[in-house]
C-alpha cells in the first residue's frame, strides 16, 4: 500500500514511505495496539541514564518494529540532566538550577547521539523537539510545534521529545515528562499513549508493600479510591512517580487516547499487543 503525504506549506502530494498492508486506526484495548495509527511512547530518566543506558537500544528496537507496521511514532525522552552531569565532573544531580540548566544543554547532545546510532541500524532519523509548558499553552507555538510534528511522521522520521530544560525554570523542578507526554499525545490525536517505567505496572500500594495488588485495568472515569502511590524512585535521577503517572493517563484519556503504564524493559511485548502493564480506558472520542 502507498501513502500519499501533502506537503504543509505548497499542498503538493508527494509520495511517501510503503507501509505495511494494516488497517491502522482505533485503540479500545491492549491487542489494539499493533493497529494503532499514532502513538506516543513516554520514557523516563532512570530507563536510558547512567547504567540504564543500555536500555535505549531495545526500545529502539521496539519502536522500530512500531514503525515497520505502519504506525507513526513518537518519542517523548527524559534524561537530557541525568546524562549530562557526568560529563561535568559531578557525581550526582546539581541542585542549583544553573548547573541543571548545563548538565540538560550537555546531556541533551549525547542523549540524541545515542538514540540516532541506535536507529541507524534501523534506517531511521530522529528530529529533536525540545518544548516548555508555555510552548504549549501559547497558541502560535503549540501549531508550530504540531505542524511540525505532523510533518516529520508524514516524512517517516521518528520525533523525539522532551522538555527544554535549559530555558525552563520551573519545569526543571516540578515538571515531570508524563504530563508532556499526556499533552503532546492530545495535540497530535494519538491513539494510544505508552508510559514507560522501572515497574511493570500500577499497583494499590507501593509494590514492596505487603498486601499491594496489581491494578490491571482502569475504567474512564475510575478514580482509583483507596489506592496509595508512593514517592519518586530510581536513585532519585526522575521527577515522575506513580501518581504523576496516573494524572497523565488521566489527561490523555479524556481527550479519547487509551493509556498503557508498564515497565520499559516490556516495551516491545507491550507495542505488540500483548497483556502487560496497567490499562487505562479512554473515553468515546467525538
Given at each position: 500500500?502507498?501513502?500519499?503525504?501533502?506537503?504543509?506549506?505548497?499542498?503538493?502530494?508527494?509520495?511517501?514511505?510503503?507501509?505495511?498492508?494494516?488497517?491502522?486506526?482505533?485503540?479500545?484495548?491492549?491487542?489494539?495496539?499493533?493497529?494503532?495509527?499514532?502513538?506516543?511512547?513516554?520514557?523516563?530518566?532512570?530507563?536510558?541514564?547512567?547504567?540504564?543506558?543500555?536500555?535505549?537500544?531495545?526500545?529502539?528496537?521496539?519502536?522500530?518494529?512500531?514503525?515497520?507496521?505502519?504506525?507513526?511514532?513518537?518519542?517523548?525522552?527524559?534524561?537530557?540532566?541525568?546524562?549530562?552531569?557526568?560529563?561535568?565532573?559531578?557525581?550526582?544531580?546539581?541542585?542549583?538550577?544553573?548547573?541543571?540548566?548545563?548538565?540538560?544543554?550537555?546531556?541533551?547532545?549525547?542523549?540524541?547521539?545515542?538514540?540516532?546510532?541506535?536507529?541507524?541500524?534501523?534506517?531511521?532519523?530522529?528530529?529533536?523537539?525540545?518544548?516548555?509548558?508555555?510552548?504549549?499553552?501559547?497558541?502560535?507555538?503549540?501549531?508550530?510545534?504540531?505542524?511540525?510534528?505532523?510533518?516529520?511522521?508524514?516524512?517517516?522520521?521518528?520525533?523525539?521529545?522532551?522538555?527544554?530544560?535549559?530555558?525552563?525554570?520551573?519545569?526543571?523542578?516540578?515538571?515531570?515528562?508524563?504530563?508532556?507526554?499526556?499533552?503532546?499525545?492530545?495535540?497530535?490525536?494519538?491513539?494510544?499513549?505508552?508510559?514507560?517505567?522501572?515497574?511493570?505496572?500500577?499497583?494499590?500500594?507501593?509494590?514492596?508493600?505487603p498486601g499491594a495488588e496489581r491494578i490491571e485495568e482502569v475504567p474512564f472515569g475510575d478514580d482509583l479510591a483507596g489506592v496509595t502511590f508512593g514517592s519518586v524512585g530510581a536513585a532519585g535521577v526522575g521527577t515522575g512517580g506513580a501518581g504523576?503517572?496516573?494524572?497523565?493517563?488521566?489527561?490523555?484519556?479524556?481527550?479519547?487516547?487509551?493509556?498503557?503504564?508498564?515497565?520499559?524493559?516490556?516495551?516491545?511485548?507491550?507495542?505488540?499487543?500483548?497483556?502487560?502493564?496497567?490499562?487505562?480506558?479512554?473515553?468515546?472520542?467525538?
Amino acid at each position: 500500500m502507498t501513502d500519499t503525504t501533502v506537503d504543509a506549506d505548497t499542498g503538493s502530494g508527494q509520495e511517501a514511505r510503503p507501509g505495511p498492508a494494516v488497517v491502522l486506526g482505533p485503540v479500545a484495548v491492549r491487542a489494539d495496539i499493533p493497529r494503532a495509527r499514532r502513538i506516543v511512547v513516554k520514557v523516563g530518566s532512570s530507563s536510558v541514564s547512567g547504567a540504564a543506558a543500555g536500555q535505549i537500544a531495545p526500545l529502539v528496537d521496539a519502536l522500530a518494529a512500531a514503525h515497520r507496521r505502519g504506525t507513526e511514532v513518537l518519542l517523548v525522552s527524559s534524561g537530557a540532566i541525568a546524562t549530562g552531569f557526568p560529563f561535568l565532573g559531578l557525581e550526582g544531580r546539581p541542585e542549583d538550577l544553573a548547573t541543571q540548566q548545563a548538565a540538560a544543554a550537555t546531556g541533551q547532545a549525547v542523549l540524541m547521539v545515542r538514540y540516532q546510532q541506535e536507529l541507524d541500524r534501523h534506517g531511521l532519523v530522529a528530529a529533536q523537539i525540545l518544548l516548555t509548558a508555555g510552548d504549549l499553552q501559547n497558541p502560535t507555538h503549540r501549531v508550530n510545534a504540531q505542524r511540525a510534528m505532523d510533518r516529520l511522521l508524514a516524512l517517516r522520521v521518528l520525533p523525539i521529545v522532551n522538555e527544554n530544560d535549559t530555558v525552563a525554570t520551573h519545569e526543571i523542578r516540578f515538571g515531570d515528562n508524563d504530563r508532556l507526554a499526556a499533552l503532546v499525545a492530545r495535540q497530535v490525536g494519538a491513539d494510544a499513549l505508552v508510559l514507560l517505567s522501572d515497574v511493570e505496572a500500577l499497583y494499590t500500594k507501593p509494590p514492596e508493600q505487603p498486601g499491594a495488588e496489581r491494578i490491571e485495568e482502569v475504567p474512564f472515569g475510575d478514580d482509583l479510591a483507596g489506592v496509595t502511590f508512593g514517592s519518586v524512585g530510581a536513585a532519585g535521577v526522575g521527577t515522575g512517580g506513580a501518581g504523576t503517572k496516573v494524572a497523565a493517563a488521566r489527561l490523555a484519556a479524556e481527550a479519547g487516547t487509551s493509556v498503557l503504564v508498564t515497565a520499559t524493559a516490556l516495551v516491545a511485548r507491550a507495542l505488540e499487543g500483548e497483556h502487560v502493564g496497567t490499562w487505562f480506558a479512554a473515553a468515546p472520542r467525538r
